[in-house]
């Protein structure tokens, strides 16, 4: 009998990640840089690593992040985006210009399966009164709604697929 692969999110956890820290745009930020707070969404799905990877790729490049950098690790760092996670766009807890959020994705396989986690990364202050850190801010909402649109959209398109039995 087939199984369908549904992935929880497990964690939304914030804190420090350095690698995504030192990955800055080129691109002027009226209000500031960001500090090296981010957001997690992981998890562990019922599928072999390279599946996870291969849809990962495709899902990225249709959100509209571009790779900078990927290893035989399975670590992916975005490029940062300047635009708003799909389907939040007309929210009102933003304005019209993102401050762009850049992802890292890192799998591992685990066994038959594989562990799977999405950082997110606000590049810019938005200008926002309330502190970056503020779980209401502008850059704490991008941050979770980047993660979790990554993670989510990979759970689905796997989803589509068979897991193994």
Same mark, same amino acid.
């Given at each position: 009998?087939?199984?369908? @692969? *549904?992935?929880?999110?497990?964690? #939304?956890?914030?804190?420090? #990640?350095? =690698?995504? @820290?030192?990955?800055? /745009?080129?691109? /002027?930020?009226?209000? !500031?840089?960001?500090?090296?707070?981010?957001?997690?969404?992981? !998890?562990?799905?019922?599928?072999?690593?390279?599946?996870?990877?291969? %849809?990962?790729?495709? %899902? #990225?490049?249709?959100?509209?992040?571009? $790779?900078?950098?990927?290893? @035989?690790?399975?670590?992916? #760092?975005?490029?940062?985006?300047?635009?708003?996670?799909? $389907?939040? +766009?007309?929210?009102?807890?933003? $304005?019209?210009?993102?401050?762009? %959020?850049?992802?890292? %994705?890192?799998?591992?396989?685990? !066994?038959? &399966?594989?562990?799977? &986690?999405?950082? &997110?990364?606000?590049?810019?202050? &938005? $200008?926002?009164?309330?502190?970056?850190?503020?779980?209401?801010? *502008? +850059?704490?909402?991008?941050?979770? =709604?980047?993660?979790?649109?990554?993670?989510?959209?990979?759970?689905?398109?796997?989803?589509?697929?068979?897991?193994?039995?």
């Amino acid at each position: 009998m087939a199984r369908i @692969a *549904v992935m929880s999110v497990f964690l #939304l956890a914030t804190f420090s #990640l350095p =690698a995504i @820290a030192q990955s800055r /745009a080129g691109r /002027a930020c009226p209000h !500031g840089r960001a500090d090296a707070k981010t957001v997690e969404a992981s !998890g562990t799905l019922p599928f072999a690593v390279g599946s996870v990877r291969e %849809v990962l790729d495709s %899902v #990225l490049t249709a959100r509209g992040y571009r $790779g900078r950098v990927s290893d @035989a690790r399975g670590t992916r #760092l975005s490029q940062p985006k300047f635009t708003w996670p799909q $389907g939040t +766009e007309g929210e009102a807890w933003h $304005g019209r210009d993102s401050p762009g %959020v850049e992802v890292m %994705v890192r799998t591992a396989s685990r !066994g038959d &399966s594989t562990d799977f &986690s999405v950082l &997110s990364h606000v590049v810019c202050l &938005s $200008g926002d009164a309330r502190p970056e850190t503020d779980p209401e801010s *502008v +850059e704490t909402h991008l941050e979770q =709604a980047a993660a979790v649109e990554i993670a989510t959209a990979v759970a689905e398109a796997l989803g589509k697929r068979v897991a193994r039995p």
